[in-house]
């Protein structure tokens, strides 16, 4: 019998097989395009736009977006695991033109448009507080229910939200010297308030504040608030009239007699004046012969004696027992405020017609 004939393949004949398996399994794993990407936009009215869609699982999608006047915006986003992207951007008002594309394959073109902005109410300022210590309380009035940019010196510092009634309030606490603060719409930021400026007094140096201008004939009476324990710089029509103590507590008052006529007073923590409170004004009647200015310092109570007041005590009560007539009572209030001032264990009286059981106050002498 004849034997069959084999025929050797040859090294080179294999390797081409072996190449050819290769190349059909990286075809056949390779991931399936044909199905093109899907596309969504959803545009929000302050501008800014979200694309969405699916595409094959783990691949890159390419967003073209059209302007109406041809200028194109290309973004680049990867399809998670599950097949899902996600990408947003924020566009001008007008109308474009979106196209996802990935691989070879690309979505049909959708068309979106960004409204123009509503238009929004003016931002604005109410007057500022008299101090000018920080923190500074800001308010004012803008779109009801709408957010707030609060930029100070042109950074953002914070946002705040108008109420139903449109107010809104910010606690400004900055550093030393002069800014700028601005606010702008969120969703507008084009849409602002006009700058406001402002100075900022210095830490430990707050603005005094005037509270009250009593008088009695040429005898008037300077009172109010101030930082405990500092110095109180009275100024009477541009002059530098005296100085007062401010209790533990941050009351001061300062007495004196001034010439009959119209005059400006103004409170200041420095000899400078620099840091002070806002003017007031205040005019003396003409008596029969006007007291002159007089300078002086810390106001001094007069000779008498210390009381702890009792329940059912008010000042025209003691005034009246101890003094002889009820309409001293201011007496009484002086010179206590005065013992106060370099005596901690004496009541400050800064409303007549409050007093407490069980603070030391001072009853001058008849």
Same mark, same amino acid.
């Given at each position: ?42 545009? %929000? ?168 201008? #009593?008088?009695?004939?040429? #005898? ?24 007062? %103590? ?17 005059? /400006? ?34 106001? #001094? ?19 009246? %027992? ?27 009286? /800064?409303? %007549? ?14």
């Amino acid at each position: 019998m004849r034997a069959a004939r084999r025929f050797p393949i040859s090294y080179d004949y294999f390797k081409a097989l072996v190449a050819l398996v290769l190349l059909l399994l990286i075809i056949w794993s390779w991931p399936k395009s044909s199905t093109a990407p899907t596309a969504d936009v959803q545009v %929000d009215p302050s501008g800014a736009v979200t694309f969405s869609g699916s595409a094959a699982a783990g691949s890159q999608v390419k967003l073209e977006v059209t302007a109406g006047n041809g200028v194109k915006k290309r973004i680049e986003v990867n399809a998670d695991s599950f097949g899902n992207w996600l990408a947003s951007a924020k566009f001008t008002p007008g109308k474009y033109s979106l196209v996802a594309a990935s691989g070879l394959s690309r979505s049909q073109a959708l068309e979106f448009e960004v409204p123009k902005p509503a238009a929004y109410q003016s931002i604005i300022f109410n007057a500022l507080p008299q101090d000018a210590a920080p923190p500074l309380k800001l308010s004012g009035k803008a779109q009801p229910g709408e957010e707030l940019i609060v930029v100070v010196d042109g950074e953002e510092k914070a946002r705040v939200r108008a109420a139903a009634d449109g107010s809104w309030s910010y606690d400004y606490s900055g550093p030393v010297g002069g800014h700028v603060i601005q606010l702008a719409y969120a969703a507008a930021p084009d849409v602002t308030s006009e700058p406001l400026t402002l100075e900022v007094a210095g830490a430990g140096r707050p603005a005094p504040r005037l509270a009250k201008i #009593e008088k009695r004939g040429a #005898e008037v009476t300077f009172s109010g608030q101030a930082a405990p324990g500092s110095v109180v710089y009275v100024w009477l029509d541009g002059g530098l009239l005296g100085e007062a %103590d401010a209790d533990s507590s941050g009351g001061w008052f300062f007495k004196t007699t001034v010439a009959a006529g119209n005059h /400006e007073v103004m409170i200041s923590s420095d000899e400078a004046g620099e840091v002070s409170s806002a003017p007031g004004s205040f005019s003396v009647a003409a008596a029969a012969e006007s007291a002159p200015v007089t300078r002086q310092t810390k106001s #001094e109570p007069n000779s008498g004696q210390p009381y702890v007041v009792k329940e059912g005590d008010w000042l025209t009560k003691l005034a009246r %027992d101890y003094l002889g007539s009820e309409s001293r009572f201011a007496e009484i209030r002086d010179a206590t405020n005065a013992k106060a001032a370099s005596d901690p264990s004496f009541a400050t009286i /800064e409303d %007549d017609n409050l007093i407490y059981p069980g603070e030391k106050i001072w009853l001058p002498a008849r």
